[in-house]
């Protein structure tokens, strides 16, 4: 509940260290640690500040600007990259100079995951898999619609926001509350990761 509460202090804008060399992914393995570098990986991203990601992501078309954040009590930049496209990313900064990353936030099923092995389309039984305990997660048709708790599980202390999407929806499974589904509900909601985000 408590990360919730700073998620919805956070997630308004909704429609508004990588690798620095080249424009692919780079994995690099040495034996007994194995150390992957992908610029596709949010974990990596986060790290950067304004001019690193321009930098890194030159074929990005990045667009920048300054919009209204925290149910409209904050004014921060943002960064866009791959506008249109299905490695869209928005970008949200800390302070007006772009050094620090405030959360990043996607819901296309491109090219971007997490180190966690998580990604949009993830499905609901993956998910309780990488967590390494069953999650919970918030009825739908909301602002928060499918905001997943990690119930103490492996994510719980994790940077990590999830929220999910569902096929098919009964009624009594709208709004703002913990769902609580029989297994054969779950099953009939198809469930998967429609959005992520990252908090620094």
Avoid: Q
């Avoid at 600007?65 to 900064?93: C, K, M, Q």
């Avoid at 100079?97 to 990043?104: A, T």
């Avoid at 499974?173 to 913990?178: I, K, L, M």
Wanted: net charge negative; with cysteine; glycine share 6%.
């Amino acid at each position: 509940m408590k990360k919730l509460i700073v998620l919805i202090c956070i997630l308004i804008f909704a429609s508004c260290k990588s690798s620095k060399s080249s424009g692919t992914s780079e994995d690099v393995v040495s034996s007994g640690n194995s150390v992957k570098s992908d610029r596709f990986l949010i974990e990596n991203l986060s790290e950067m500040n304004s001019e690193a990601i321009n930098a890194a992501y030159s074929d990005a078309n990045i667009t920048e600007d300054v919009g209204i954040f925290d149910e409209g009590t904050e004014e921060r930049a943002y960064t866009i990259l791959y506008p249109n496209s299905p490695d869209e990313i928005h970008i949200t900064w800390e302070d007006a100079d772009k050094n620090k990353i405030y959360d990043i936030r996607f819901s296309e099923s491109g090219k971007w995951r997490s180190s966690t092995g998580i990604k949009v389309g993830t499905t609901y039984n993956e998910l309780n898999e990488l967590n390494e305990k069953e999650v919970s997660f918030y009825g739908f048709g909301w602002d928060y619609s499918g905001a997943v708790n990690w119930n103490d599980g492996k994510f719980e202390d994790s940077n990590l926001f999830v929220f999910l999407e569902a096929k098919n929806i009964p009624g009594k499974f709208y709004g703002d509350h913990v769902i609580k589904a029989s297994p054969e509900e779950i099953a009939l909601m198809d469930l998967k990761v429609k959005t992520i985000m990252f908090k620094r």
